[in-house]
């Protein structure tokens, strides 16, 4: 369908809404069995780096193995 097409039919508002219901279903299947425990501070862990923190280097490094591969990058290096 063409951007066009989406936006005169309205398709991409019932697209947006499928996806949004999906994915908060989603979130509430993976946290309804969680007990929060208000004494301890939040952490926020980015599980594609060796210390937990976020970087722009860690992010591309976490893209990278799914987005191409060698033969798809057009023989340049993706860099891990």
């Excluded at 994915?23 to 980015?46: K, M, S, Y």
Aim: hydrophobic fraction near 35%; charged fraction near 20%; aromatic fraction near 8%.
């Amino acid at each position: 369908m063409l951007l066009k097409e989406a936006l005169e039919q309205n398709c991409w508002a019932r697209d947006i809404v499928s996806t949004i219901t999906t994915q908060v279903l989603c979130i509430w299947a993976v946290t309804r069995g969680l007990t929060l425990n208000h004494a301890q501070p939040d952490q926020f862990i980015w599980k594609w780096s060796s210390d937990g923190k976020y970087s722009t280097s860690s992010k591309l490094s976490s893209l990278a193995p799914h987005c191409c591969s060698e033969q798809e990058s057009h023989g340049r290096q993706v860099r891990r």
